[in-house]
């Protein structure tokens, strides 16, 4: 708003010497409200997630290695958790000829 000698009101001077009118204060701080960011709610907190995808890993090994055996291989489900079937799948792997 212009004042009675028809100059803008001042007011205030930034660090940078930059002057500012009232309109141009009022336009940054709607500018500052909104770039404010938006505080994000997680649905899951990280460590569930960390969790979570350990327990998938290990249920997809073992799922894996069931299939593998008693499906593809033609074995019995059960003997993939005996320790026998492993130490044969070891000596067959490291096995020297």
Do not use: C
């Amino acid at each position: 708003m212009p004042d009675k000698a028809g100059k803008k009101e001042l007011l205030y001077t930034s660090m940078e010497e930059k002057t500012l009118t009232r309109e141009d204060f009022k336009q940054e701080q709607e500018n500052k409200e909104q770039a404010k960011p938006k505080i994000r709610i997680r649905l899951l907190p990280l460590w569930f997630r960390v969790l979570l995808v350990t327990f998938l890993i290990v249920v997809s090994v073992v799922s894996g290695t069931i299939v593998g055996y008693s499906i593809m291989g033609g074995g019995e489900m059960v003997d993939v958790f005996s320790k026998s079937t492993w130490t044969h799948i070891f000596d067959l792997v490291y096995s020297e000829k």
